[in-house]
């Protein structure tokens, strides 16, 4: 592993070891492994946003709190229940996770839309922030430091995600 870093010559019956450092210098440069480790913290963070998502969020109804996961196609059946709602329908058949379909009313519709639509604006607001952070970072330590979680966000970051959540939950309410 040292070829090419280390240089032994004789002379003499003595024996000189010098380090080309030239060499070892642009090896460390080209095999640094800082940026495959920002790569897989950045697979680990955008996965944790996917799972967060799809896991989807907990709706005060008419029957209790319900859940709801938001899988793509939970995605596209909630907007296309919305779509009827905005429309005219006073109520929408749905189901919540694990139950029956049942018919929703126009106000429950609305009620799951706008958790859903708060709920992705969290997670994609929150895996946005923690992408910056861990493409910034410049050091193992930090970047090790980063999980899925606001919790420990930068003060920049954590100020800015609480803008944008502020600013997002005002323009994303559908009415009824």
Known sequence: ???????ISQEFGST???INEEAL???ETDHDPFPS??????QEISTACNQAIVAGM????TQGTEHFSLEETDQINLTTALSAVQLGAT???YHADGQLCR????DEINSISNAAVQHKLYHTTLCNHLLTWARRCTDKDELETITYSADNLPEDLAQNMAQVLASGS??????S
């Open 58 to 61: 907990d709706v005060e109804t």
């Open 1 to 7: 592993s040292a070829k090419g870093f280390i240089n």
């Open 170 to 175: 005002d323009s994303s309410e559908v009415s």
């Open 103 to 106: 018919m929703f009313s126009a």
């Open 37 to 42: 480790l920002q790569a897989e913290k950045e």
């Open 25 to 27: 210098a642009k090896w």
């Open 91 to 93: 109520q929408y058949p």
């Open 16 to 18: 000189t070891i010098t």
